[in-house]
């Protein structure tokens, strides 16, 4: 598979900060990849030197091979769909769809949004002004709008932040199904490791504006490379230097035997229920904190007994502390 975008020891200095420091990617044609990082480490200004809203201090950014540092927003064949998606008010959901082709007029650009119309199930709604949507039929429109142009490339900076919740996890499906269906290379900005582990071909995780990881996200949870990428991917116990995931972090009563087994003992603190489990956090003797996910009709334990916490040597997490 050929990269569509590569971006080349790209860097962004404002006065007195360093928001990008010499990242390089590869994105392959037809990827869903995803930029996670928490707030501040960089994403909204890689997105933003992608689309050619700002220049980078250093480095390069080429589409199809093509340099892009010349290029006006407008020319590069990329679209973006803004956090808050930036419908225009006094326009109904078909005009905002229509808008972008007055620029980058086609032959069959009334078919176009038909087709985008009825592929984001706006059909009925496209006299409705924005104000008239839900938050969910909004960001389809959005999305309908930025298609429609077939961007070699789709930025998305973080589409689902306005949504509540559950709305969240079914927009999250639905984008995933739609990126398969249109083939289109998604770049996906995202503070929340669930969502990204779930929608992502591959991750790049940022922090303080460099690249701190880029996998699978297999690999990012898995093997992750340093402290910083464990605890942003999930919940981690530091027990004696190694790592373990709470649903790797096992209880027993009696000490267990089985030599591939690691465990220390330690006193049950607190128990949360999470309705489809329990967190059961214990306190070993020198005073360290591991909780350990319980299946809730296996939950057996109580507040002050004391346990033995054990887990598997193979789900050990060894990384760099960062
Ligand atoms: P968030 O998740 O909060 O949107 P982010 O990862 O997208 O964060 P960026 O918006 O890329 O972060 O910002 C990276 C850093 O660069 C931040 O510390 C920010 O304050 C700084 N920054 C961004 N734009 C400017 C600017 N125009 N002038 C000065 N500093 C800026």
Known sequence: MGHVLELH?????????????????????GEFFSLLGPSGCGKTTTLR?????????????????????????????????????????HLTV?????????????????????????????????DRKPAQLSGGEKQRVALA????????????????????????????????????????????????????????????LLYK???????????????????FSAGFLGPVNWVNGAGIRPESTRLSLD????AGLCSIPGTIQELMFLGNCLHVET??????TIVAEVARGECIF???QSVHVFWDKQDQIHCEPS
């Open 145 to 204: 709008r930025s298609l429609v142009l077939r961007p070699d490339v789709l930025l998305l900076d973080e589409p689902l932040s306005a949504l509540d919740p559950n709305l969240r996890k079914q927009v999250r499906t639905e984008l995933k199904a739609l990126q398969r269906r249109v083939g289109i290379t998604f770049i996906f900005i995202t503070h929340d490791q669930e969502e990204a582990l779930s929608v992502s071909d591959r991750i790049a």
């Open 49 to 89: 030197l992608i689309a050619g809203f700002e220049a980078p201090t250093r480095g390069e950014i080429m589409l199809r091979g093509e340099p892009q540092a010349a290029l006006p927003p407008h020319q590069r064949r990329v679209s973006t769909v803004f956090q808050n998606y930036a419908l225009f008010p």
């Open 209 to 227: 504006g460099r690249l701190e990881q880029l996998g699978t996200p297999r690999e990012l949870y898995l093997t992750p490379r340093t402290r």
């Open 9 to 29: 020891g790209l860097s962004k200095h404002f006065p007195n900060h360093i928001a990008l420091d010499d990242l390089t990617l590869q994105i392959a044609e």
């Open 283 to 288: 306190v070993s003797a020198d005073g360290q």
């Open 255 to 258: 000490p267990p035997r089985d």
């Open 94 to 126: 078909q005009q905002n769809i229509e808008f972008g082709l007055r620029y980058h007029p086609r032959a069959d650009a009334r078919e176009s949004v038909r087709e985008c119309i009825e592929m984001m199930r706006l059909d009925g709604k496209q």
């Open 302 to 304: 109580e507040r002050g």
